[in-house]
């Protein structure tokens, strides 16, 4: 819900009274700002980016959708350049140089201060979400000897340009970290109490290389607002803020999501993605399925015989199959979100299984006994009809979610993400199986 007026702002820019829009964008929240800066034109969003105090103009930046950015950077001065990149944290200006075109990425390292540059550099050569590309350098650091007193002078001295001051970390000289020290552990000790003395040793962390998911595993099970991140040598390098870990699960649901209505995941906004490019998207997974629902034709093919005799057989097909379809989607979709958020884990499978075979039987024989009294009132004197529906209904309940459970996991143990073994692929595979299923069973039960 928006705190701020926008019909008043954009009114403030057509009215060109850019002294009370600056005084009310002064006031306001930089994601704000930055909601505020997409409604208005590409060159009045370099006029109003320039109106902005220096230190609220960098803050907002962060927040602006890439290629806004990009055409400010375009826009500006290679001094106004330098000024943003030295202001940004440097896990933000990573996400920023990762978006945009090399030709952009080379004018603003050229502006970058050498360190920078050289940290931004060491950011960027870590793996695609790894802790590494998703953690910032910009921490508290303590010595264990230290006193309380001392901690909060360095804090003081050093807090502006640090990301967080909350948690803090002891190191050694050789930045080995050694413990842990929150604000709340400096305030409840006396003065001169020894950091060693108070910091947990006790350390949750990660390492530069482990996957961005297993990180957001560790903020969900510990409520954690930050992670210190070490080399393969236990030294410091960073940590991963909670608002970046919120990014990363918004990135991560969203690329499920897209998975799990087959298709591929894409990193750009829906509007702001060509017509070519989400056709390219959808097209591998809907051709993979296209093809794939091909055995079901040849499956009808092949008990063509069996329908010819009996019409009334096929009127039933699209309920088994839909009925068994939905079924086994059910299962995979709740299979992968407890993988995602670690309630369940592959060695779980039999639990699994054994737990969705007796929901099968429970929802199937309800579903059975309904779809019989509506089919002995519809087709009286079938009853062997009848039966057959309903017995074939309860096998494929059941194997629909015995494959919609299993398939996720063991995607899992072989490494490949789960979400691809969602709705549509379960329903194709469960499509196939139901069709054997019924038409064995009309063959046997009826003779045919």
């Known amino acids: ?19 009370l829009l600056r005084s009310q964008l002064s006031n306001m929240n930089e994601a704000d700002i930055a909601e505020f800066m997409e409604e208005v034109d590409d060159n009045r969003k370099v006029l109003i980016f320039r109106m902005l105090p220096k230190g609220l103009a960098s803050d907002v930046f962060a927040f602006l959708e890439p290629d806004i950015q990009e055409h400010i950077i375009n826009s500006i001065t290679d001094a106004e350049i330098h000024k943003i990149i030295e202001d940004l944290f440097v896990d933000d200006a990573v996400d920023m140089l990762e ?10 390292m050229k502006n970058a201060a050498p360190e920078t540059r050289k940290l931004i550099n060491q950011f960027l050569q870590y793996p695609d979400n790894s802790a590494g590309s998703i953690m910032t350098a910009e921490y508290i650091g303590l010595k264990k000897y230290m006193n309380v007193e001392q901690a909060f002078s360095y804090i003081r001295a050093h807090a502006v340009e640090k990301e967080t001051i909350y948690t803090c970390f002891v190191m050694d000289g050789e930045r080995h970290l050694e413990g842990v020290v929150s604000i709340k552990d400096l305030l409840m000790n006396p003065y001169e109490t ?16 482990e996957d961005q998911e297993e990180v957001v595993e560790l903020f969900n099970k510990y409520d954690l607002i930050c992670l210190p991140v070490v080399d393969h040598e236990e030294r410091l390098v960073g940590i ?15 690329e499920d999501f897209e998975k799990m209505a087959a298709m591929l995941p894409s990193d750009k906004p829906y509007l702001k993605t060509g017509i070519l490019e989400l056709a390219k998207n959808r097209i591998v997974w809907l051709t993979v399925l296209m093809l794939s629902s091909m055995i079901s034709g040849s499956i009808l093919t092949r008990y063509e015989e069996a329908f010819a005799m009996l019409p009334l057989l096929v009127s039933f ?8 379809g939905n079924a086994g989607s059910q299962s995979s979709t709740m299979i992968i979100r407890c993988m995602s958020i670690g309630e369940v884990e ?13 929901v099968a039987l429970v929802v199937g024989v309800i579903l059975a006994a309904l779809n019989f009294g509506r089919l002995i009132i519809q087709y009286p004197g079938e009853t062997v009809i009848c039966l057959t529906v ?3 209904l309860v096998i494929t309940v059941l194997l629909a979610k015995t494959i919609g459970c299993t398939l996720p996991i063991i995607a899992k143990l072989v490494k490949v993400d789960p ?30």
């Open 317 to 324: 097909v699209p309920m088994l199959t839909g009925t068994g």
């Open 346 to 358: 592959p060695k779980d499978i039999l639990k699994v299984m054994w737990k969705e075979v007796r």
């Open 1 to 19: 819900m928006e705190n701020y007026n926008l019909e008043l702002l954009l009114q403030y820019v057509e009215e060109h009274k850019f002294r």
């Open 390 to 392: 309903c017995i074939s």
């Open 240 to 254: 991963v803020t909670v608002d970046d870990i919120v990014d990363v699960m918004e990135e991560e649901a969203t």
């Open 419 to 448: 979400a691809i073994m969602a709705a549509p692929l379960i329903s194709t595979i469960v499509d196939a199986c139901s069709l054997i299923v019924y038409f064995n069973i009309a063959c046997r039960l009826l003779d045919i």
């Open 99 to 108: 978006e945009l075109p090399a030709t952009v990425v080379k004018r603003v």
């Open 194 to 209: 020894r950091i060693q003395d108070i910091m947990d040793t006790n350390i949750i962390k990660t390492v530069t290389t």
